[in-house]
């Protein structure tokens, strides 16, 4: 157990859908991330945010709306999305935002779009 | 923009051999983070380098960090089957403040 949990585990949803990923961390840290594993590739980060502020946003498309409403939590608004945006949907929090911080890893949400 | 590289992308072995596996950047690294990711799993962070040619050990793992802070390499001594999963390798590129850009990743199958 690292201390970040994440729900639903795994989503299935149309492409008209809009559902919601939820990400939660029980460590008392300051910085957020969402990243997203395709199989074969690297993790590709995606959002960051650092005191509920979002402080990096990788060219990520509209239809991926992340939201922070407290240090806590992390959320991650789907709409309209396409099948090549099915992967694993990581989310990792860590003390601060800074220079070598670890990031703790949840187990992340399978994302199939069809 | 920075690029980590890892190699080689699978590695399979006989239980009982050794494995390595090689990161490396494009640019120089304020530090460097290992973690593993069992199948099915999520990566679960294993160690930081900070240090110029800096090593550390973790059982049978040996953890190097070059000289110019460029690579980093992870060998494994004799592996076990509990060994199997991706090892990712994630640098900080120096001046840069908060964002790790991870490699791609070396799977590891060991056979029994």
């Not at chain 2, 004799?78 to 990743?105: H, M, P, S």
């Amino acid at each position: 157990e690292t201390g970040v949990t994440q729900t639903p585990r795994h989503l299935v949803m149309g492409m008209t859908n809009k559902k919601s990923l939820k990400c939660e961390q029980h460590l008392g840290h300051n910085a957020m991330y969402w990243y997203k594993q395709s199989a074969k590739k690297p993790l590709e980060l995606m959002f960051v945010y650092s005191l509920e502020e979002r402080v990096e946003n990788n060219s990520v498309p509209s239809r991926f709306s992340p939201e922070c409403p407290n240090s806590s939590h992390l959320f991650l608004h789907l709409h309209t999305l396409q099948p090549e945006d099915s992967a694993l949907y990581l989310c990792a929090s860590s003390q601060d935002l800074g220079d070598g911080e670890t990031q703790y890893f949840g187990p992340g949400t399978r994302l199939l779009v069809l | 923009g920075q690029q980590v590289m890892q190699i080689p992308q699978y590695q399979h072995v006989q239980e009982g051999e050794d494995f390595t596996t090689y990161c490396n950047s494009s640019t120089t690294l304020s530090n460097i983070q290992w973690y593993k990711q069992r199948p099915g799993g999520h990566p679960v962070f294993l160690i930081q380098l900070v240090k110029s040619g800096e090593v550390k050990k973790q059982k049978r793992l040996t953890f190097q960090f070059g000289e110019a802070k460029k690579n980093s390499s992870l060998h494994i001594t004799a592996t076990q089957t509990t060994d199997v999963g991706t090892y990712f390798c994630a640098g900080l590129e120096e001046n840069q403040g908060g964002k790790l850009i991870f490699g791609q990743g070396t799977e590891l199958s060991v056979k029994p």
